[in-house]
């Protein structure tokens, strides 16, 4: 079965630093999909950014980046130059490439931006 | 920018009623999911719906829940006798394909509390 795990509950940075959240997964799978969800107080959760299984290449967004390490299954975003906005609870999740559509997730990581 | 609507955003009920829980998901989209989050555990899947009928569906996704596109607009999710630990945020989700690749967009959820 597959299990995200995020071993970090909570976090914090200081503004315009950087900082590196963790997230581990067990699959069997070799083709699947890495996602960042990130939920602001009494938001919902919107994608911050996402990885194919099937690329070397580390996903991008402007200041959120990640480390995708498949033979390790890790896949840690890394969030620089932090903004209050960034302020939120981030989720890693995974979904397998043909067999469901469902998403398994982590149990999260609160982020705190210190001003 | 269109976005996934949930109501109530609150909902209190006695244990053994029944509750429905209600989800506007974004127009053009086709595919639709439930998720939940237990206090200070995974979210996790409960059901995806496609075409008016379940495509998938957990565990957790027993004889008590039901889900429904009663109009062209609306997805509800039923649950018939509602028990204690059925207390959680409800997600609501859309996307506007099925695949793997394609993002899920969240609603902000409905926290239901059973007494």
């Known amino acids: 079965a597959q299990t995200v795990t995020q071993s970090q509950p909570e976090m914090s940075v200081q503004e315009a630093e950087t900082v590196t959240l963790s997230c581990t997964y067990d699959t069997s799978e070799s083709d699947y999909y890495l996602f960042w969800y990130k939920q602001p107080p009494s938001r919902q959760m919107i994608l911050v950014i996402r990885q194919e299984a099937y690329k070397q290449q580390n996903a991008t967004e402007n200041r959120f980046s990640v480390n995708f390490q498949k033979a390790a299954k890790s896949f840690s975003l890394k969030i620089s130059d932090s903004q209050l906005g960034d302020a939120a609870m981030y989720f890693c999740?995974?979904?397998?490439?043909?067999?469901?559509?469902?998403?398994?997730f982590g149990t999260g990581t609160s982020l705190t931006v210190i001003p | 920018e269109p976005e996934v609507t949930q109501t109530p955003s609150h909902q209190v009920t006695q244990m053994g009623q029944e509750v429905i829980l209600r989800c506007v998901p974004i127009?053009?989209?086709?595919?639709f999911y439930w998720y939940r989050q237990i206090l200070g555990q995974k979210v996790e899947f409960l059901v995806s719906f496609y075409n008016n009928e379940i495509s998938e569906k957990s565990e957790i996704f027993d004889d008590q829940f039901s889900v429904e596109r009663p109009d062209g607009s609306n997805f509800t999710l039923k649950i018939r006798s509602t028990k204690l630990e059925d207390s959680a945020m409800y997600f609501c989700?859309?996307?506007?394909?099925?695949?793997?690749?394609?993002?899920?967009?969240f609603g902000p959820g409905t926290r239901l509390t059973v007494l």
């Open positions: 999740a995974y979904r397998a490439y043909n067999t469901g559509n469902q998403f398994y």
């Open positions: 127009s053009n989209h086709l595919y």
């Open positions: 989700a859309s996307s506007e394909l099925g695949q793997a690749y394609n993002e899920q967009f």
